[in-house]
T-cell receptor, first 115, second 115 residues
């Protein structure tokens, strides 16, 4: 079975500072990895995904993540935080490359951006 | 292009009652998955429907049941409600046979409060 661990349930950064949200996965086979963002009282929006190929993945709103197999990590970064980035972020993994898209989510990281 | 729509957005029930939540998938999608997101937690997979059949199921009791209609919309039913069923219920749609990237599109959720 696969699992995801997000280190740090709450992260605070100053506006303009680097954002780093950590995600480690456990999987017996190569995983597909995702980052979703959730704004208050809203559903989940896909930020970016890693399937195969290039290990550095760029997403929306200036976010990117790097798949590191040796470290079983998929950390999310953004060079310069904006107030609008304040939200909850979820890392997720799925093992199925075909039709059965069952995602396993981490417990989330609440990002606060300070003025 | 309409995204995933869910109804109702909020509802309050009492213990022992039954609830039905509804979901219309994104245009062109044929698969619906349901997730439960308890307060402060990541979403947990309940089940997935394709061709009007339950294809996969997570670790949820039989009190949770679903249905998919010929137009691909779906319902989630929960019987004999418990206080612990209070959560945000998220519907996600996808293509059963697609590019295999596992991307799900989420609705904004139905927030259920059980008193």
């Amino acid at each position: 079975a696969q699992s995801v661990t997000q280190l740090g349930s709450h992260v605070s950064v100053s506006e303009g500072a680097l954002v780093l949200l950590r995600c480690n996965y456990s999987s017996s086979v190569p995983p597909y990895l995702f980052w979703y963002v959730q704004y208050p009282n809203q559903g989940l929006q896909l930020l970016l995904k890693y399937t195969t190929g290039a290990t550095l993945v760029k997403g929306i709103n200036g976010f990117e993540a790097e798949f590191k197999k040796s470290e079983t990590s998929f950390h999310l970064t953004k060079p310069s935080a904006h107030m609008s980035d304040a939200a909850e972020y979820f890392c997720a993994v799925t093992l199925f490359s075909g039709s059965a898209r069952q995602l396993t989510f981490g417990s989330g990281t609440q990002l606060t951006v300070l003025p | 292009d309409a995204g995933v729509t869910q109804s109702p957005t909020h509802l309050i029930k009492t213990r022992g009652q039954q609830v039905t939540l509804r979901c219309s998938p994104k245009s062109g999608h044929d698969t619906v998955s349901w997730y439960q997101q308890a307060l402060g937690q990541g979403p947990q997979f309940i089940f997935q429907y394709y061709e009007e059949e339950e294809r996969q199921r997570g670790n949820f009791p039989d009190r949770f049941s679903g249905h998919q209609f010929p137009n691909y919309s779906s319902e989630l039913n929960v019987n004999a409600l418990l206080l612990g069923d209070s959560a945000l219920y998220l519907c996600a749609s996808s293509l059963f046979v697609g590019t295999g990237t596992g991307e799900l599109f989420f609705g904004e959720g139905s927030r259920l409060t059980v008193l």
